[in-house]
């Protein structure tokens, strides 16, 4: 009797401590969606009924509202619908909105150090000493790394030639090599060492498990919550290999001296300033997270984008046709029959290609800012409080038919430059926008088009008999990726 007197009074707690703020939106005549408790809008998330993609797209579609407010639990977010206020939000009026919802929570020993958590002056201190890993001079050298591993996945698709074969495997084994070669200065090949550990554990980091979504939505969507169960990112066994592997090659270069123009040559310097300025240490933790936040955070994005690009090219004969075209005239002026940067740079269908393909299918369910300042929406009198999460729904705006008609249509047309010129420039985002937009974009841009290009060369693609006519994202995944989807690599 006791028992449920104490349940009873547990449970009116714990409905008044949640519902307390489900008249938030309301008080600030900001629009909303009714809440409920005791999940606030996140049902279908919890219930495995939607994907987190999926649910931030319904959310988005719910209103035709520039703005409309929900709840994840019992904290209140702000979905941000208008173009001009997304891009007032992410680039004109970036101050404000400076930081991520992960911004200067300390959780995950390992985390904290990377660029997704650091407060906006280190942020910035980092983010300008890491960027010029990324320039076109550090892309062209690496092109001997991406044209190595491209040839070897030719080889073994050459193997298999004819047979159905995991389109995502092949993605994944490629991107392996490439990371491992760039981030790591290591010269793997997971096509034939099929149990590669890099390969292995970068396959478990981001793998679609129920723990896995809660730890990326707890870190990256309520960081509160999840520093109060303890929730870390990522499993510490995982992190060490990286770690195991990052400080021997750290050490390899610094007794050598010797410099490879590579994410490596960065950390060497990194280090050897240790102080960044403002009391900013570079120790060797914050060196290890650098080097790993980049397989996390390019590793299932780009081998996710060079998967779904072959599934749409096998079910889209006539633009695979028209793609091979111009890649089999393209390369046709080069002597030494390799793609050069500037080559695979001018592939202007391949560019519309892999564009379309990342509208359909955006990686990053979310992308998200925290408002530091109190800032008015231009033109009414509405006030964003500072602490107020925002959201911005790529999913949602990739599939509104006021931007881009027929959204389930693969047409790479849409990027063509009239096409661009008629759209709102903030409505597409694969790489978010504005000063805190990816850092990799043309890193992950280049893996996949060298890639496709080599595929496309060597190969027709054909759909099977198991191929769906339309992916569907599974519940538990954070990340957008598919699954299980099998082609055939036919020799021409
Ligand atoms: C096709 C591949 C990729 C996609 C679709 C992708 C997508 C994204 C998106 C949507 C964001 C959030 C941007 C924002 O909030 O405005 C982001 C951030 C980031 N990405 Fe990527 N990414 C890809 C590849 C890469 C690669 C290859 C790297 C590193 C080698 C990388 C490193 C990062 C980092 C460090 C950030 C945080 C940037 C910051 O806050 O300053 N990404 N990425």
Redesign the pocket.
């Known amino acids: 009797m006791f028992f449920i007197i104490f349940l009873g009074f547990v449970l009116v707690l714990l409905y008044l401590y949640i519902t307390q703020n489900f008249d938030y939106w309301k008080k600030r005549g900001i629009p909303y969606l009714e809440p409920s408790f005791p999940f606030g809008n996140i049902f279908p998330l919890v219930s495995f009924k939607k994907s987190y993609a999926d649910l931030m797209a319904q959310i988005y579609n719910s209103s035709k509202e520039s703005i409309v407010g929900f709840w994840i639990f019992n904290i209140p977010f702000l979905m941000i619908r208008s173009p001009e206020l997304i891009k007032n939000i992410?680039v004109k009026d970036f101050d404000h909105f400076n930081e991520?919802l992960s911004s200067s929570i300390k959780i995950d020993p390992f985390f904290n150090n990377?660029?997704?958590s650091l407060e906006f002056h280190d942020?910035k201190n980092l983010?300008t000493r890491?960027s010029p890993s990324?320039t076109t001079l550090k892309l062209k050298h690496f092109m001997h790394i991406f044209n190595k591993a491209s040839n070897e996945m030719i080889e073994y698709l050459y193997e298999v030639s004819g047979d159905a074969v995991d389109c995502k495997q092949i993605a994944s084994r490629l991107t392996a090599n490439v990371?491992a070669g760039?981030?790591f200065g290591y010269n793997i090949n997971c096509f034939k060492d099929v149990d590669n550990d890099f390969f292995v554990y970068s396959q478990k980091l981001l793998a679609p498990t129920v723990t896995n979504l809660v730890r990326l939505v707890g870190f990256f969507v309520v960081p509160e919550i999840a520093a109060f169960f303890k929730i870390t990112l990522f499993k510490k066994s995982d992190i060490e290999f990286y770690r195991h592997h990052f400080f021997k090659v750290l050490k390899a270069r610094e007794e050598s001296g010797m410099k490879n123009n590579d994410?490596i040559d960065c950390y060497v310097q990194l280090k050897k300033e240790g102080d960044l300025g403002d009391g900013f240490i570079m120790d060797d933790d914050s060196l290890a997270a650098q080097a790993i936040?980049?397989?996390i955070?390019?590793?299932e994005?780009?081998s996710?984008?060079i998967s779904f690009t072959l599934y749409e090219l096998a079910l889209n004969e006539d633009i695979q046709q028209n793609l091979r075209h111009e890649i089999v005239d393209g390369l046709a002026v080069e002597e030494d029959g390799k793609f050069s940067y500037e080559n695979i740079m001018e592939l202007s269908y391949l560019n519309k290609v892999i564009s379309e393909s990342?509208r359909k299918y955006?990686?990053?369910p979310l992308?998200?800012?925290k408002c530091v300042k109190d800032y008015q929406i231009p033109g009414t009198k509405i006030i964003i409080e500072k602490g107020t999460k925002c959201q911005f729904s790529?999913i949602g705006l990739h599939y509104d038919p006021e931007f881009f008609p027929n959204p389930d249509i693969f047409d790479p047309e849409r990027f063509s430059p009239e096409n661009v010129k008629t759209r709102p420039s903030c409505v597409y985002?694969?790489?978010?926008?504005?000063?805190?937009?990816?850092?990799?974009?043309r890193?992950?841009?280049l893996?996949?088009k060298i890639c496709i290009a080599q595929i496309l060369k060597n190969f027709q693609i054909l759909p099977t008999e198991s191929t769906p006519k339309r992916i569907e994202i599974d519940s538990k995944l954070f990340l957008i990726k598919p699954k299980d989807v099998f082609l055939k690599f036919v020799k021409l």
Do not use: E, K, V
């Not at 985002?429 to 974009?441: A, K, L, Y």
């Open positions: 992410l991520r990377t660029i997704f942020w983010r890491l990324f990371f760039c981030g994410f936040q980049f397989f955070a390019g590793y994005t780009t996710s984008l990342m955006p990686s990053l992308i998200d800012r790529p985002m694969p790489f978010g926008h504005g000063p805190h937009n990816c850092i990799g974009q890193f992950g841009l893996t996949a």
